[in-house]
């Protein structure tokens, strides 16, 4: 893969592959499952998700823990951190760079019977 960024670079190569070992822990899981809880409480009805820069898919774990039918999907630029996610079977991983192309054919669901309440 050509990358254009520094960036790409990094995160692709060796120090995106030490990331995966420095961030797993179960603790860090269930801190995400908390964090995340949170956040979807202020954003009800919401049905697809899309990460960029899932790594091994720590976020992509939390968030199907909290909804078993979120619709889950992510790019990842780390080959291996990318399997691993893809390993996983709960995201539509994709192992690219994120300065590419995002699926435009791909759409996000907000539920239609959601009321906002005011």
């Known amino acids: 893969m050509t990358y254009k960024t520094e960036q790409e670079l990094f ?7 030490g990331y995966q070992d420095r961030n797993k822990s179960e603790r860090l899981l269930m801190s995400n499952v908390v964090l995340f ?8 009805g919401i049905k697809s998700i899309m990460e960029l820069g899932c790594n091994i898919g720590l976020n992509l774990q939390a968030l199907k823990r909290i909804n078993s039918e979120f619709e889950l999907s992510a790019y990842e630029i780390n080959p291996s951190a990318a399997s691993k996610a893809n390993a996983l079977n709960i995201a539509d991983i994709t192992c690219d760079t ?7 054919e791909k759409t996000f669901i907000v539920d239609p019977d959601f009321q906002t309440i005011i």
């Open 11 to 17: 995160w692709s190569g060796d120090f995106g592959d």
């Open 98 to 104: 994120i300065i590419n192309n995002i699926k435009p």
């Open 37 to 44: 809880g949170r956040i979807l409480r202020s954003a009800p």
